[in-house]
């Protein structure tokens, strides 16, 4: 049994920071969550409810992904790695199973009570670890006393919720949200925790790696499905190429640009965490789109032929425009780089209107990738 230490905040230069294979094991179980996520998403897109879809997606990727960001922020100040920190970050990952469990349930019928004890499971465990730091740490008792009565004080608003209505409704699960995000902002006011900034940026990598393998693993179901229905076609064969080269891509354009540089403070870090919201949901969204393109060429969706378009093309122009937004706009690439960006996302949404969407974004993003890669060979990024 590894020994007890003593939970002081870690050194925010400290040298070859990088990722503990506890975390790594972490991040397997959300993916688990994620891709039940992904497969609701393109099974409800394909039958044609649509509000429905977006709904039950939006909201339950929003628990996944937060329970995952507090525990990777906290975990980059106050990994102690000791057999306390790892029993209850395995309840944590405990946690995920029942939120992966209750899922469809919330895609089908709005009850998201199973759901939620998912999600009280991993946040109680992070007040648990923060009023560990609270005691541990004077220098930032402060800052962790406020994140455990916040994490605390927002179950309660769960807790009321679907105890008095047993499923929710989008503007009260909203209200919940805007209080979890508020909880950093209100904990960090005055007092930072000792994040590591090139850690933040591998542990996020890391993730966007996991979600896009996701997404091949998803794509190759539902290629083999399409396949088992209609054998090999000219179809298929493009429509596999497309999807690769749109993975491909995507992965080129987030890791090409240095993002360590730019997460320099609060101001900069909490909207740069906040917003891989969108890119993290466009990536898993990504999976159910191309699903969807597959079952409507196998005749088994309820959608036209450029709404089937639009389920890949939306993720792969939200993702385009919020990674310019967090990692590219930053560096200040110049003009060219931006309109790039803009023409690309614009191109993105027009491929839905045409016979094939797959090739088309398939051709625009790679197409963006060559044409940043020339643009950026000739500017020297500001910092």
């Known amino acids: 049994m590894r020994q007890l230490r003593t939970m ?38 394909s039958a044609g409810h649509l509000s429905e879809a977006l709904i039950g997606y939006l909201t339950a990727f929003f628990a996944i992904w937060w329970a995952w960001m507090n525990f990777t922020w906290f975990a980059s100040a106050y990994d102690t790695d000791d057999w306390v920190y790892r029993v209850i970050t395995l309840v944590q990952m405990s946690g995920v199973l029942v939120l992966a469990a209750g899922i469809a349930r919330a895609f089908e019928h709005h009850d998201y009570r199973v759901f939620w004890v998912g999600f009280l499971v991993m946040r109680l465990a992070m007040a648990t670890q923060w009023l560990r730091a609270a005691a541990s740490d004077p220098g930032h008792r402060r800052v962790a006393l406020r994140y455990a009565i916040g994490i605390c004080l927002a179950q309660v608003y769960w807790l009321v919720l679907f105890v008095s209505w047993g499923s929710t409704l989008i503007a009260a699960f909203a209200l919940g949200a805007v209080i979890e995000l508020a909880v950093p902002v209100w904990a960090e006011r005055g007092t930072r925790t000792n994040w590591h900034p090139h850690h933040i940026a591998e542990r996020y990598g890391l993730f966007t790696i996991i979600m896009v393998g996701e997404n091949v693993m998803a794509a190759t179901i539902s290629l ?15 429509l596999a190429i497309g999807s690769l080269v749109i993975v491909f891509a995507l992965w080129w354009i987030y890791f090409d640009p240095d993002t360590p540089a730019i997460l320099t403070s609060n101001r900069r870090a909490i909207p740069w965490g906040y917003g891989h919201y969108l890119i993290f949901a466009a990536v898993g969204g990504l999976s159910a789109g191309i699903e969807v393109v597959l079952a409507f060429v196998t005749g088994e969706s309820a959608l036209t032929r450029s709404q089937a378009g639009l389920a890949i093309a939306i993720p792969v122009a939200l993702f385009l425009l919020v990674v310019w937004a967090l990692h590219i706009r930053p560096h200040r690439y110049g003009a060219a780089d ?25 051709v625009v993003v790679a197409g963006l990738v060559v044409a940043t890669m020339l643009i950026r060979r000739e500017v020297s990024p500001a910092r």
């Open 8 to 45: 002081r905040a870690r050194a925010t230069d400290e040298p070859h920071r990088a990722a503990t294979p506890l975390e790594l094991f972490f991040d397997l179980f959300f993916v688990v969550a994620v891709s039940f996520a992904g497969s609701q998403l393109g099974h409800a897109l």
């Open 224 to 238: 083999r499905g399409a396949l088992s229905a209609q054998g090999l076609t000219p179809t298929l064969v493009t």
């Open 338 to 362: 931006t309109a790039a960006f803009l023409i690309a996302a614009l191109l993105v949404l027009l491929s839905a209107l045409a016979p094939s969407a797959i090739p088309l974004i398939a």
